[in-house]
């Protein structure tokens, strides 16, 4: 019995503790609550009222800069406990759309009124526009930093080596558009960082000491030094520190030596780019060491030889990126690991055939460019079995045979390109189930029989270039479904009868080209087609006539009346029957051009998904661009 009383007293005095000691936290978050509820400090609030005032802010993202309490401003934030401001975000949003940078972003001054901020830990000024502003020097002495961004902000002149003091830095993003210069002793002082961006910047000063200074620290997980005119890529290092790194970016350098082996002891890459060097000689088996990598860029650079099975045999991580264009790589078309989605072998010196069982071997693959080689024989039918590609690019090789029937296992493909070759037979009638197709380059084979009519169910096609072939038969009629439709080149093919006047409603067509075939009759008039003024878009058709060839032009122009004293009825009967003309001309070029930008410009939503779309296919519309560029010169 007096045991269990025993026991009891103590439960009893537990709860009463422990309520006791829930009451206190209680009263603490009450004051803390209270304190934060008064504002931020009163002196940290006036060095941001001097911030703002150095600041030109056309667009007024600091217009919430007002009242007493700074914590609650759009972009600062406080410690909750303290009241102090430990971080500073004004990031312009709004930096870039699709025409160049924005006048969203501050410029001006940053004052130095930022040091009264002691317990100041994350600053983001990125994409500001400071331009000829001497980089602020002051930031070296804001010593608690963690986070540092000023990443385009276009200041000028040398980084501080006061950057050193910085030792807490984990994030530092100084990426420049070259305005910036630098020689990185204060590197070694910052031994936690982790992330290091110094892209643009100019680093010609360091010679071959940057990658010493960079080896110093133990930490570092990604490094990017593109374009920062490294004069040297050293080959030896005699121990490695950053072992941890995970991405490695050295692009757009004017390095000239081979791979150096220190490379291959960076077990954890994940992503290296060396693209846009002078890099020469063969690929090291040693390449297949780096079991991580799921991102691998030696584009643009004079390498050599054929592919070592050591780096074809990498399994790659799901959704993995290989980008080996503009070499001089040769032999047999490697295949790659199953994981690999984007597959770039574009200008390089691979011949023999497309192996048969590329689509069993790498299934996943979204985008393969094997363009500009000498690759050979025909197109094998496994490459069907690539349900998910969105872009084939084949151009500019030696292929064969007929195009297969497998397009319609493709139903994500936005792209089709196989130019310059020599692929013969007709082309597949089948082209259903491809909602994203946005372009078609079959030019400059030798493919024959006719356009096939389901092509007219292609809504998303934008360009659509079969020149330089042996097409024959009509235009279908249905040509006009093509809505989209922007570049349309049909010739230098043997196609006869007239041309549709259904196409007068493709609105958003800016190029036509139907010169060298064997059409006849009226050419359309109306909408897009009265802006289309060159003859020589149609030149090579002797029974076309119209404007703007000169045969049969001058039947939709009156003959010219002489005045007399009193002829104001038969000028008013001029104006009048010209009037459907005029009226023609002014429907055509309002619905041709506000088609396009008016929808554009009204359509937030719509602008965007068109300029993605452009944005994905611009490698093949710079391949569109060049064959048509040849055909222009063929006719000049």
């Not at 078309?333 to 055939?353: A, C, H, V």
Request: with cysteine; charged share 15%.
């Amino acid at each position: 019995m007096g045991h269990s009383s025993v026991s009891a007293s103590i439960q009893l005095v537990s709860l009463i503790i422990l309520s006791g000691i829930l009451s206190l936290e209680t009263i603490k978050l009450g004051f803390c609550s209270d304190d934060h509820n008064v504002g931020c400090i009163d002196i940290e609030r006036k060095a941001l009222l001097k911030l703002k005032q150095g600041l030109t802010d056309l667009s007024g993202r600091l217009s919430s800069w007002v009242g007493e309490d700074c914590c609650k401003w759009s972009g600062v934030g406080c410690n909750n406990i303290t009241g102090r401001v430990n971080r500073l975000n004004l990031h312009n949003r709004d930096w870039f759309d699709y025409y160049g940078p924005t006048e969203h972003g501050f410029d001006g001054e940053i004052n130095p009124s930022l040091l009264v901020l002691k317990d100041l830990e994350y600053l983001d000024l990125s994409l500001n526009l400071f331009g000829g502003v001497q980089f602020p020097s002051f930031i070296g002495s804001l010593e608690k930093l963690k986070y540092l961004n000023l990443s385009r902000t276009y200041f000028v002149g040398v980084i501080p080596p006061n950057l050193g003091n910085l030792s807490r830095l984990l994030y530092l993003d100084l990426k420049s558009s070259g305005t910036l210069e630098t020689d990185l002793q204060w590197l070694a002082t910052l031994s936690s960082l982790k992330y290091l961006n110094l892209g643009g910047v100019n680093l010609t000063k360091t010679t071959s000491y940057w990658l010493p200074a960079v080896n110093m620290l133990p930490s570092l997980v990604e490094l990017y030094l593109p374009h920062c005119s490294l004069p040297m890529l050293p080959l030896t290092l005699p121990s490695i520190n950053f072992t941890s790194l995970s991405v490695l970016d050295l692009s757009g350098n004017e390095f000239t030596s081979t791979i150096p082996p220190w490379l291959f002891n960076l077990t954890k890459l994940e992503k290296l780019d060396f693209s846009v060097n002078s890099l020469t000689g063969k690929l090291p088996d040693s390449l297949g060491h780096l079991k991580s990598l799921r991102f691998l860029n030696l584009s643009y650079n004079s390498f050599q030889g054929s592919i070592p099975k050591s780096i074809g045999n990498l399994r790659f991580s799901y959704d993995s990126h290989v980008d080996l264009t503009s070499n001089r790589f040769e032999g047999p078309l490697p295949l790659w690991s199953s994981n690999i989605s984007l597959l770039y072998l574009r200008d390089n010196l691979f011949s023999g055939p497309i192996p048969h069982n590329i689509g069993q071997v790498m299934p996943n693959l979204k985008y393969l460019d094997i363009s500009t080689n000498s690759l050979s024989g025909s197109i094998p039918l496994f490459l069907g079995n690539l349900s998910q590609l969105q872009f084939i690019l084949i151009s500019n090789n030696l292929l064969s045979g007929e195009i297969p029937y497998f397009w319609n296992n493709m139903p994500s493909l936005v792209c089709i390109n196989l130019s310059n070759n020599s692929l013969s037979g007709e082309i597949p009638h089948f082209w259903n189930n491809m909602p994203s197709l946005g372009c078609i380059d079959l030019s400059s084979n030798s493919l024959s029989g006719t356009i096939p009519r389901s092509l007219g169910s292609l809504t998303s096609l934008k360009f659509l270039i079969l020149s330089s072939n042996n097409f024959s038969g009509i235009i279908p009629a249905n040509i006009g479904n093509l809505e989209l439709i922007e570049t349309l080149d049909l010739s230098l093919n043997k196609l006869s009868g007239s041309i549709p006047q259904s196409m007068v409603s493709l609105t958003f067509l800016n190029h036509l080209n139907m010169s060298y075939n064997n059409l006849s009759g009226k050419i359309p008039t109306g909408n897009q087609f009265q802006t289309f003024v060159d003859p020589s878009i149609y030149t090579g058709n002797a029974g076309l006539s119209g404007c703007p060839l000169p045969i049969g032009c001058q039947d939709n122009e009156e003959t010219p009346q002489v005045p007399s004293g009193d002829g104001g009825e038969d000028d008013d009967d001029s104006k009048l029957e010209k009037l459907p003309f005029v009226i023609s001309m002014v429907i055509g070029f309002c619905a041709g051009f506000w088609g396009v930008f008016g929808t554009l410009a009204m359509k937030r939503s719509w602008r965007h998904a068109y300029f993605h779309f452009l944005d994905k296919v611009k490698d093949a519309v710079l391949d569109f661009f060049s064959a048509i560029g040849t055909y222009l010169q063929k006719r000049s």
